[in-house]
Nanobody, 116 residues
Framework: QVRLVEFGGALVQPGDSLRLSCAASGFPFNTSVLRWSRQAPGNQRELVASISEDGTLTHYVNFVKGRFTISRDNVKNMVFLQMNSLSSADTAVYSC?????????WGRGPPVTVSS
């Protein structure tokens, strides 16, 4: 059974940094592309970043480039999202979905609130 448990969400102030973690199990982690996605209130889910199976290739959407860093630990089966220079526009529920065949699996996602 695929299990994705994200944690690290918090209420922070603009300009702060935050690191999200996602613990994964139940699928071949080392051979899976991993992603971070987010959904702001009233908006659709949007991809934030992705990382290749071996961690050597990463992709970021424009609005987080230079601020967010995705990484993974293939020994601990975890993926991380380091978020710097947070702004209110980053307020959302973050999750680490994984696509296996034709199915996308989601965790519950921790809320990240950026507010002064």
């Amino acid at each position: 059974q695929v299990r994705l448990v994200e944690f690290g969400g918090a209420l922070v102030q603009p300009g702060d940094s935050l690191r999200l973690s996602c613990a994964a199990s139940g699928f071949p982690f080392n051979t899976s592309v991993l992603r971070w996605s987010r959904q702001a209130p009233g908006n659709q889910r949007e991809l934030v970043a992705s990382i290749s199976e071996d961690g050597t290739l990463t992709h970021y959407v424009n609005f987080v480039k230079g601020r967010f860093t995705i990484s993974r630990d293939n020994v601990k089966n975890m993926v991380f999202l380091q978020m710097n220079s947070l702004s209110s526009a980053d307020t959302a529920v973050y999750s680490c979905p994984v696509r296996l065949a034709s199915t996308v699996h989601w965790g519950r996602g921790p809320p990240v609130t950026v507010s002064s």
